[in-house]
């Protein structure tokens, strides 16, 4: 935003915000941040207390609300082709898989119930499900794939093999395949309108 390399964007790398238990299913050999950093800051002092209260306005933000959704609603959020769009977490909750097109691009949005928010435990013991998503191209080797929820796990229609949060088919024809993930972000709502104020929001299955 300041400087000569003004205008320029760094390129988004995919990330999801999981459970350990997801993580550690999928990369047993995984590697874990450690605590121990060199530094004194205290890492269980909550600095956004009050976070997991969706109908609360955030403490730290002082403009204008888009009052479409409450201000700390949990949204998965994408941007392709120039279009922007927010899936609730609450509809995803209810739905677990979301069969979508964005600026063209057919995605797929997945979701899980049980991931836990670290907002609340930290102050309260008390911990809060939040939920985790996934978001993927819906298509694989040319072949447009289109899913539904199987217990813990998701099943696509075409072939019936069974994929996880991460996008990996673990049983079935597609076993040992992966899914292309698409850049998304797991925001409060407040945060995502004010930079995207045109963002369409899913509104569930008609």
Not at 68 to 81: D, F, Q
Request: charged share 15%; no cysteine.
């Amino acid at each position: 935003i300041v400087g000569e390399l003004t205008g320029y964007q760094l390129t988004f790398l995919p990330a999801s915000i999981i459970s350990f238990e997801d993580f550690k299913a999928a990369n047993p050999e995984g590697q874990v941040l450690s605590r121990d950093t060199g530094f004194a800051r205290n890492y269980n002092r909550l600095p956004y207390a009050g976070y997991d209260r969706v109908d609360n306005p955030p403490f730290l933000y002082t403009g204008d609300l888009d009052g479409r959704l409450l201000p700390k609603e949990r949204v998965a959020a994408v941007t392709i082709g120039g279009v922007d769009v927010a899936f609730p977490f609450t509809l995803l909750n209810a739905e677990r898989v979301v069969n979508y097109a964005v600026g063209g691009q057919d995605i797929v949005v997945f979701f899980n119930p049980g991931t836990l928010s670290v907002f609340a435990s930290f102050v309260t013991g008390s911990p809060v499900e939040v939920g985790a998503t996934g978001v993927f191209e819906a298509s694989l080797d040319g072949r447009e794939l289109t899913f539904s929820p199987q217990g813990e796990n998701f099943v696509d229609n075409e072939t019936g093999s069974v994929w996880n949060i991460l996008g990996q088919a673990t049983e079935g024809p597609l076993a040992g395949e992966a899914l292309t993930p698409v850049v998304h972000g797991n925001h409060f709502w407040f945060a995502w309108g004010a930079f995207k104020p045109d963002t369409l929001i899913y509104q569930g299955r008609s």
